[in-house]
């Protein structure tokens, strides 16, 4: 006997009650000498905020490698773990103290949940600077939806979930 699937459902909101813990944040503490700050808005398809998304980063450590130290649900002040979690504010906002990353294309992977999405999107904050043919896959007119911007604190980066200047998110593979 087979059965039909079962209809998705959509990932939230319940993000703050069961998924923000201390320290989810900061991947390193913003005092560190070499902190900086990840920031933006996560907007929907008409710019309005959405207060209610939860967005989760991936990144390498400043000399390129992949961390794999313990430690990002219980964070000790010192150990950089390359992941961390960050809820939006009423007003969309996020924001994350953390190292800048290296390597050939330094990159932020951004997984973004909200409500009203099916599954997760996932897409890359790429640093400034990145040229444009380590980019290839991505429409030239699309491109600039997934560079950061420089600010005085770090980089800012917004998620517009559709519509005009949309982000462009990538598909991940499953096993």
Do not use: K
């Amino acid at each position: 006997m087979t059965h039909p699937p079962t209809p998705g459902q959509t990932v939230g909101p319940f993000f703050g009650f069961a998924l923000p813990y201390d320290g989810d944040r900061e991947l390193v503490p913003p005092t560190h000498p070499d902190a900086v700050r990840l920031h933006g808005r996560v907007l929907d398809g008409h710019g309005r905020p959405v207060p209610d998304a939860l967005l989760e980063v991936w990144q390498a450590a400043p000399d390129g490698t992949v961390p794999q130290a313990a430690g990002s649900l219980r964070r000790d002040g010192f150990t950089f773990t390359g992941w961390g979690r960050a809820s939006t504010d009423t007003t969309g906002r996020y924001s994350f103290s953390t190292l800048r990353p290296g390597g050939a294309a330094p990159y932020f992977a951004i997984t973004v949940f909200a409500r009203g999405l099916l599954d997760r999107l996932f897409t890359r904050a790429y640093l400034p600077g990145t040229p444009d043919d380590l980019l290839p896959a991505v429409p030239a007119e699309r491109r600039q939806t997934i560079v950061a911007r420089p600010d005085e604190h770090g980089f800012v980066f917004d998620v517009r979930l559709q519509g005009e200047g949309e982000t462009v998110f990538f598909s991940h593979a499953r096993d």
